[in-house]
């Protein structure tokens, strides 16, 4: 499948060295952007001579030149993102820390990837604590490894260093196990980093490579299976790169941190197998691991598992030190036991109405599935007149052949005996998903991207919603709409799991829509303010191709 929004070109600035061999550094960068058809404008920190085993010397680019080169290009067009690698010294850091703090707003968004020593192994940068704390206060996203997390940091937490630091070890601050990343990041946050994504390639202990991304209020996990003997340089310099060229094409950063981690996985993929045919040839040794290109992810495989962490969530689970047993627990128990699946194959139009008048209405017209959406700031509804409202839709459905799911209120959907429940993100955090599953309900559960798709499917749900898709006027929308193209990419994550677009659907829309694979599409407002909401179901049914 091609890529979405191929016609745009949108820029990112990189700000880093140049690494001779082209492992890493800008050379990476670039080569990252260009496969992922985003512009990229280089201002080079420093040149280094390194192969793939050695940096023999790295030499810094004078103040005037660094200054002239961000000059010269905020002159023509400023980037949607400025990914910012190696840093030769205070005076390089303390110049870009002030360029950042006077763009206009909007500003891009800023990422820094904080490469303190090269893959190959040498000193890059010689930061003093001081312009890394006032670096780390400008940029939107940190990208530490776990090693580069404690040198971090230690700054912070160990006042007793005063002086520049020369070498890892004179900054560094424990980071061993997953107690002490979380610690760490929040250390990071506490003192004004807006956000920190912690890679997890060289978190030996965790049995999966876990990412984990920290804010003030959110902790979301990527893991993927682990990669073993490696030899792949500059993949920090590719995520990075990928994470500002995703959200430079219009991604939210979450979006942006799924699709890059699923880029690097792909790269990684590809490079391993040519480095086994050519491991065929020669000596192991002898043969560098050259990165390849891999383009925009479109292979379910490539993605990552996806965790929201609710503040606190790791303490209270029996047996769980750490946030990755809890993932471990959480994803394995999901994936054991599915929900059940829709009776329904069928494809169709999928009502959602807020009260049990209108399922009364509609079900003769032979609908299939349909939802209760009762919404209390929307209408005055206290919780004995929701519980009447919703016995009376499941008695009114009983005994046809419609699957009536319940929005929100899933204790009420299992009281009353409902054929489903629907929840959105927020309830994944509250609701008892185990007590739905037991009771035999079926589960639907909306989604808005990349990621909240890849943390939905570990639920085996009996569906999933992708909204939403166009403009809405039923519903304040935190997100921006899909879109046909990106739809189709995520009917196809979804992989078998039946799928609902949601989200400013009509007549005129519902063949695009179908034509994605989308197995279902749900309908508010086309149908209830249809002057003939009947003769709407089934222009809607006709026009989506469900219907001859
Ligand atoms: C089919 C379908 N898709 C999405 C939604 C939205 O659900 P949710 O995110 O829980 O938001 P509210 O509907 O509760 O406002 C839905 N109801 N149905
Ligand atoms: C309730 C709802 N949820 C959405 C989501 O994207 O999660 S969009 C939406 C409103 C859909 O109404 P209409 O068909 O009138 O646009
Ligand atoms: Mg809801």
Known sequence: MSEPEKACSPIVWCVGGSDSSGGAGITRDLATLADLGVHGCAIVTLVSAQSHYAMTSSKAMQLSLINEQWQVLAAEALPLCIKIGAIANDAQAKVLSTRIEMLSVPRPLIVWDPVLFSSSKGALSNLSKDVIKQLLRVVDLVTPNTHELASLAGI??????????????????????NRDVRHAAKTLINSGAKSVLVKG?????????????????????????????????????????????????????????????????????VSSSSYSQSSLTGSRQSVPQVPRLAGFPTNRDAFPTVAFIKSGAFNSVDGCKTESDVFDKHHNERREKPFLPLSHTKRGIYPVVDSADWIEKLLPTGVETIQLRIKEDISPWDKARISKEIQRAVALTKSTSCQLFINDHWQLAIEHGAYGVHLGQEDLFTADIDAIRKAGLRLGVSTH????????????????????????????????PQGIDRLKHYVDLCGGIPTVAIGGINKNRCKAVADTGATHIAVVTAITEAPCPHAAYHTLQKEAGFVE
């Open 449 to 480: 991207g990349y990621a909240e798709i890849q943390r939905v499917k570990s639920l085996a749900p009996s569906y999933i919603a992708l909204g939403h898709i166009f403009a809405t006027k039923t519903k304040d929308m935190p997100s921006q």
């Open 201 to 269: 390639g060289h978190a030996r202990w965790q049995h999966n490579a876990t990412d984990t991304y920290f804010t003030d209020s959110e902790e979301i996990a990527f893991s993927q299976p682990r990669v073993h003997h490696s030899e792949l340089r500059g993949t920090g310099c590719m995520q990075a790169s990928a994470i500002a060229a995703f959200v430079a094409k219009g991604y939210s950063i979450i979006d942006a941190l799924t699709l890059a981690n699923a880029y690097v996985k792909n790269v990684r993929d």
């Open 156 to 177: 912070f937490i160990d006042s007793e260093i005063d002086n520049a630091f020369e070498t890892k070890s004179e900054i560094k601050s424990e980071v061993k196990n």
